[in-house]
């Protein structure tokens, strides 16, 4: 007993676990180590037998409360009841049922039977493409080359060499699946595979063909169109249906499924619908207002500055953002923020007219050359800043 974990280690919960919390910590821990999920894995199938154990005791309020007073000691020299597992501690076959009946295809258990094995749809194929950012905002049409199985033309999937053809499978009678009955804690279980002879096709190939290597199946290049749908936008995938693998046993093809990722834009930002940007006035524009050409994904378009505009002013600039995916016709804005760009090299002269403006000219200003010659053409200080910057 020295060398057992402690069984609420075992099932990975504390020792105030509810009755419900041991049984569903039970059930992960069976389906995570069943031998059908791990053959041929003895690891796996002792760690199955632990769970088994440590449930025994657990699963059962009368053992609970011995173990939780003495430890494996309560169950020494034929504890357990002195005759080994009595049952499962409060775990009904219908729980064992619905643990396994899924996952083994209903042949997990107590009389379940296998089944024979039908068609089964073909692989789904992912790609990953590149797009720009208008692209992805008008829509396009790409051209992509993809590694595609396709049935052998050679021998019609049959993988048979031509003149000869594929026989039943000895092994599991054409069924594709092995029936396996072991001894276990639950005693006698049956529980079905796939037939390890014919890999559940059903039928074995003595005499393969030369082109698929007995597969049925070949990998050729084809070409495809995938339309890019205006709005869409980066990591979303177009599913082109019946464009993958083909199936096997008759089955469908899958999908070939194209992931696009969008190529930044320098001047664009997208968030949802919206485009976000920046546009740059000098500190002329922004006092007397004038009129600027914004840039939109659409091309330019002319927009009014206000006089005494505000570094970084918000305006929003409708319609010329991205196409709603599920309603191209709806699109979003343009948001675009003002920056104003100070200047740094002024000369005296445009300081002096400054310095003027602002109520803040040096003793003498009034009979300096900027003011007489202001004076002399009776001009506006605004239309004297605009012809100083604009030159």
Same mark, same amino acid.
Request: glycine letters at 14%.
């Given at each position: ?23 569903? /910590?039970? *059930? ?45 000691? /309560? ?18 076959? $219908? ?15 107590? $009389?379940? $039977? ?30 992509? +080359? ?5 049935? %052998?033309?050679? %021998?019609? $999937? ?13 092994? %599991? ?10 001894? +276990? ?7 079905? *595979? ?85 546009? +740059? ?8 207002? @004038? ?68 109520? @803040?000219?040096?003793?003498? /200003? ?13 001009? +506006?200080?605004?239309?004297?800043? *605009? ?5």
């Amino acid at each position: 007993m020295a060398n057992k974990r402690d069984y609420y280690e075992v099932l990975g919960v504390n020792k105030n676990a509810s009755e419900a919390e041991l049984k569903k /910590a039970y *059930r992960k821990m069976a389906v995570k180590y069943h031998p059908d999920q791990n053959p041929g894995n003895k690891e796996a199938e002792e760690k199955f037998k632990e769970v088994n154990e440590a449930y025994e005791v657990l699963g059962n309020p009368e053992k609970r409360a011995k173990y939780d007073q003495f430890g494996h000691a /309560a169950f020494e020299q034929g504890g357990m009841g002195g005759g080994g597992f009595e049952g499962f501690g409060g775990f009904d076959m $219908g729980d064992l049922g619905d643990i396994f009946g899924s996952m083994f295809g209903g042949g997990f258990g107590f $009389g379940g $039977g296998a089944r024979r094995n039908g068609p089964r749809r073909g692989a789904d194929i992912n790609v990953n493409i590149q797009i720009t950012f208008e692209e992805a905002v008008f829509g396009c049409t790409k051209e992509i +080359s993809v590694a595609v199985q396709e049935e %052998c033309e050679t %021998c019609h $999937g049959t993988g048979a060499k031509p003149g000869t053809h594929a026989e039943s499978c000895s092994k %599991c009678n054409g069924t594709g699946q092995e029936r396996f009955v072991q001894q +276990s804690m639950f005693g006698a279980v049956t529980s079905v *595979r796939t037939c390890s002879a014919c890999h559940g096709t059903g039928k074995i190939v003595k005499d393969p063909c030369g082109t698929c290597r007995g597969t049925g199946r070949v990998k050729k290049n084809k070409k495809f169109e995938v339309n890019i749908p205006k709005g869409i936008d980066s990591n979303q995938t177009i599913r082109l249906a019946g464009k993958g693998n083909i199936g096997e046993q008759g089955g469908g093809y899958g999908d070939l499924l194209v992931t696009v990722y969008v190529q930044p834009n320098r001047m664009f930002i997208r968030k949802g619908v919206d485009i976000y940007s920046e546009v +740059s006035i000098n500190f002329v524009q922004a006092i007397l207002g @004038d009129e600027i050409t914004i840039k939109t994904i659409d091309g330019e378009q002319k927009y009014t500055v206000k006089p005494g505009t505000q570094p970084n002013t918000v305006i929003t600039l409708r319609g010329v953002g991205v196409p709603n995916l599920r309603n191209p016709k709806v699109r979003g804005n343009q948001i675009v923020t003002l920056k104003v760009q100070m200047p740094t090299d002024l000369s005296e002269r445009q300081k002096d007219l400054l310095r003027q403006f602002y109520g @803040d000219a040096p003793a003498g /200003a009034a009979n300096s050359t900027a003011h007489k010659a202001a004076e002399e053409e009776k001009k +506006s200080f605004g239309e004297k800043v *605009r012809d100083f910057f604009d030159k």
